[in-house]
């Protein structure tokens, strides 16, 4: 069975530019996280979403970030515009029940 | 979410077992506690959970005290592979978000 997919691993930007990361979710999963993990912390939730409804959007910044689920299938974040700050590992996830699974997340460079 | 306190790194010898503690005092009647571990460059990956009684999977043991204010991840015998950052979490289960703390910082050494 294959996992949650992100893409890309990796991305470079400069700031105020915008920027965009992808994640599809373990098949039949109708529940999908998006967490931000800085530097030597433990990742933190930015979103929730149950099928395409976003359910728990409280710790998104929504002045420069937004996030959709279309089809409540695959779904993508946004950064737009980009700070110095938002230089993050960003992390999908996905559940059915009682575990999440996660992707191996995209790194995000800010110059 | 309760809080939950472990210490920031630990080292165990490879072939020996690797006991992980976890604070968790404030845990609720309905909060599960869950283990998940990171290794370097990879997503978080789910090990275990429990309620109030001990569980065991193909991966590590959880053991949780009778006041279920504490409890401890065994990995019977560690790999090199093992080595990792030990996240523990309380969690009401289902979909709700999961509140990662620093976690413990696992070495293993050959």
């Known amino acids: 069975e294959a996992g949650v997919v992100q893409s890309p691993r990796y991305k470079i930007i400069e700031k105020k530019q915008p920027v965009a990361f992808w994640c599809n979710p373990i098949s039949g999963h109708n529940t999908l996280y998006w967490y931000r993990q800085n530097l030597g912390q433990g990742p933190e939730l930015l979103i929730r979403y149950e099928n395409e409804e976003a359910v728990d959007d409280s710790q998104l910044p929504k002045d420069r970030f937004s996030a959709e689920r279309l089809k409540g299938v695959d779904s993508t974040l946004k950064i737009q515009p980009a700070e110095l700050g938002d230089s993050a590992v960003y992390l999908c996830?996905?559940?059915?029940?009682?575990?999440?699974?996660f992707g191996p997340g995209t790194r995000l460079l800010v110059l | 979410d309760a809080k939950t306190t472990q210490p920031p790194s630990m080292d165990c010898a490879e072939g020996r077992a690797a006991n992980l503690p976890c604070n968790h005092s404030t845990i609720s009647g309905n909060e599960y506690v869950y283990w998940y571990r990171q290794i370097h460059s990879q997503g978080p990956q789910y090990i275990i959970h429990?309620?109030?009684n001990n569980e065991t999977n193909e991966m590590a043991s959880l053991i949780i005290t009778e006041d279920r204010k504490s409890s401890t991840l065994i990995l019977p015998h560690a790999t090199l592979r093992d080595t990792a950052v030990y996240y523990c979490i309380a969690s009401l289960g289902g979909a709700q978000k999961l509140v990662f703390g620093q976690g413990t910082r696992l070495t293993i050494n050959p």
């Open positions: 996830a996905s559940s059915l029940g009682e575990t999440q699974y």
């Open positions: 429990g309620l109030k």
